[in-house]
């Protein structure tokens, strides 16, 4: 199973704060543990079908990528459940955790580089090469910016539409999508979504990053995209140096609303949810769940009130990058 329909649910965040209906789209729940689910196992379905109809059935692809974690454990997840071959090249400071998900899931992880950007250079410029070189057809599949991956995260759109109108809301309620965001992929996905449905003038995206790898903040402050020179926030999964083009330019076309928030907020948010609710989730899951707490940075962010009847949907876009007693620890050295 490549991806799945996730629930779209009413949560009360028991604030002292009064504000809008907050729906979570519960993304923790795809087979890859995260939203990249949705657009890793659309390329790489798409790539397989292409493949199969071009090599008359025989099966030579093989999925190739470049991750941290989440998006390695999505490509894995995905190659396997259609019969595919997977390498992953992961950076040195992968978690050992994390490089056992992958395993377990099926691909091949080789260990190589001091940060994400060098593991994909040795991935395309080494480890690709050799493997045409054996006769495979090899799938690159970028953990963000590709319009296809874009496409099957857009997904996520179609549902919640969907999915307000099963419970009666009316799409003019929603005020809001709120989301974390790292690379841009999955922003990107919900921008195509919205262009779909004709909500991208009307639904605006609040963007939600931790200082430290706040790239698309920092971009949309200089007017420009800016390359970031060291990742220093503990979220981890959102530790890209750069955004996606197509990201930023539909974050200043839609006017996209920016905020940034400090480490030690977003793991106070991690710690209280996983209280609540009983769900490990990660920083970077954890930055836009923190909205979610505070209606009050909501409303600021977005310039206006916002009463009991409007509704904002946060993407609880998940992740496996991170265990309770490392959460614990995180958070105790931030007190």
């Known amino acids: 199973m490549s991806y799945v329909r996730t629930p779209l649910i009413h949560r009360e965040f028991n604030n002292k704060e009064k504000g809008p209906k907050m729906y979570l789209k519960y993304e923790m729940l795809q087979p890859g543990g995260s939203f990249k689910s949705r657009g890793i196992s659309h390329l790489i379905a798409k790539a ?140 990107s996905g919900i921008v195509k979504g919205l262009e779909n449905k004709h909500l991208a003038e009307t639904v605006p995206i609040v963007a939600v990053e931790t200082e430290g790898c706040d790239v698309l903040a920092k971009s949309l402050a200089n007017g420009s995209p800016v390359t970031l020179d060291k990742i220093t926030s503990i979220a981890s999964s959102l530790g890209s140096p750069y955004i996606a083009s197509f990201a930023f330019d539909s974050a200043k076309k839609y006017e996209s609303k920016s905020v940034v928030l400090q480490d030690s907020e977003v793991l106070e948010t991690c710690m209280k949810f996983t209280d609540d609710s009983g769900i490990i989730t990660e920083p970077a899951c954890g930055a836009s769940l923190h909205l979610c707490y505070h209606p009050n940075q909501l409303q600021t962010a977005l310039g206006s009130d916002l009463t009991e009847d409007d509704v904002i949907v946060v993407i609880a876009c998940g992740g496996s990058c991170v265990s309770f007693n490392e959460l614990s620890l995180l958070s105790n050295s931030r007190l």
């Open 48 to 187: 397989k079908r292409k493949n199969d109809l071009e090599k008359n059935g025989e099966n030579k692809l093989a999925v190739y990528t470049s991750s941290g974690g989440n998006a390695g454990l999505a490509a894995a997840t995905a190659a396997k459940s259609i019969g595919l071959g997977c390498t992953v090249v992961v950076p040195k400071l992968t978690k050992h955790r994390m490089i056992e998900k992958i395993k377990s899931a099926g691909a091949t992880v080789i260990v190589h580089g001091d940060h994400w950007g060098l593991a994909d250079l040795y991935l395309r410029e080494k480890v690709m090469v050799e493997a045409r070189a054996c006769g495979l057809e090899t799938l690159y599949v970028h953990p963000f910016d590709d319009e296809t991956v874009w496409e099957g995260h857009s997904s996520i759109v179609d549902e919640i539409v969907q999915q307000l109108e099963q419970q009666e809301i009316p799409l003019s309620r929603l005020k809001g999508i709120v989301c974390s965001v790292g690379g841009g992929g999955l922003f």
